[in-house]
């Protein structure tokens, strides 16, 4: 049985933690907040991007069609394009998207396709590393700061160089949706070839100028970035989040387990106290 004095030490140790605990969740709290703007900010214009992207490839198909649309013809050959955040302490939200990542290699691999990563944040890297390293091509950190346009380019542009030489026949995209501070779901989608979602009404009909095919051509490789960029921002609200949800829990256990050896230490701390006076009581008697 534990000592008054190492009781002492343990409640001090958690007393320790809860502090750091509390001082993480007012961090993401505050964070947070701009974080969701961002993310609502962005999502008119990935939404918008592929609204005209769609109205566009209504007008354009067969062997016209731009290869980032049309395809190569196979789908033999896959690019995963995982994202995570660099940092823990979050809950469970690195581990839904890592697993979502994992069922859909899973699911690729077992259909016999040639599966490859790129990894977007230290989680994914680590989370994927150990079981299918040999898989990946690249991967990247996404620091401290908001993501921007300079972190995602270079990534695009990797996609769309590796694409260009014939290497893979389908992207797809892992991250997590921001939904609410609660509520966070992993999410796939398909960028090479662009998912061309169809409306259910007539859609709207536009005079472009110049042709329908010259467009699609200069804003397919742009969706890229746009579509990345989106998915960033939506990972690091839904990771604030998270990591708020879990601080705050962290921190009430922490008080429960306060409580708790408090009330242990009180009862040992008595059981001592009680049993020196049996004893000197004892002791006097038997004078």
């Known amino acids: 049985m534990a000592t008054v004095k190492e009781m002492r030490t343990r409640i001090g140790s958690v007393k320790s933690t809860q502090k ?16 969701q703007l961002a993310a609502e900010a962005a999502r008119p214009y990935a939404r918008g991007m592929a609204n005209v992207i769609a109205n566009l490839a209504a007008g354009v198909s067969g062997p016209s069609a731009p290869p980032l649309l049309a395809g190569t013809g196979s789908d033999r050959r896959h690019l995963l394009i995982v994202a995570t955040s660099d940092r823990g302490l ?9 697993r979502a990542a994992r069922e859909k290699i899973a699911a690729l691999l077992a259909e016999g396709k040639d599966v490859r990563i790129i990894a977007i944040g230290r989680k994914a890297r680590d989370g994927l590393k ?12 996404v620091g401290l700061k908001a993501p921007g346009l300079a972190l995602v380019k270079p990534i695009a542009q990797r996609v ?4 260009a030489n014939g290497d893979f026949d389908v992207v797809t995209l892992v991250y997590s949706s921001f939904k609410s501070v609660v509520t966070q779901t992993p999410r796939l989608q398909q960028l090479i070839p662009a998912a061309v979602e169809k409306s259910g009404g007539p859609a709207p009909f536009y005079d472009y100028e110049p042709d329908e095919d010259t ?10 970035s746009v579509q990345l960029l989106a998915a960033l921002l939506e990972n690091q609200a839904g990771f604030f989040a998270s990591q708020m949800t879990a601080m705050d829990n962290a921190t009430r256990n922490a008080g429960e ?14 059981a001592q106290i009680t049993k020196e006076l049996i004893e000197i009581i004892s002791g006097a008697s038997a004078v």
Not at 90 to 98: K, L, M, Q, R, V
Not at 130 to 141: K, M, P, V
């Open 20 to 35: 750091i605990t509390k001082a993480l969740q007012m961090v993401a709290a505050a964070k947070l907040r701009r974080a």
């Open 90 to 98: 979050a809950g469970g939200f690195n581990g839904s998207i890592i």
């Open 130 to 141: 150990r079981a299918h390293g040999g898989r990946f091509l690249e991967s990247y950190e």
């Open 160 to 163: 769309l160089d590796a694409y």
């Open 215 to 224: 467009i699609l051509r200069a804003l397919l490789p742009q969706n890229i």
């Open 257 to 270: 387990l306060i409580k708790a050896l408090t009330i242990q230490m009180n009862r040992t701390r008595q």
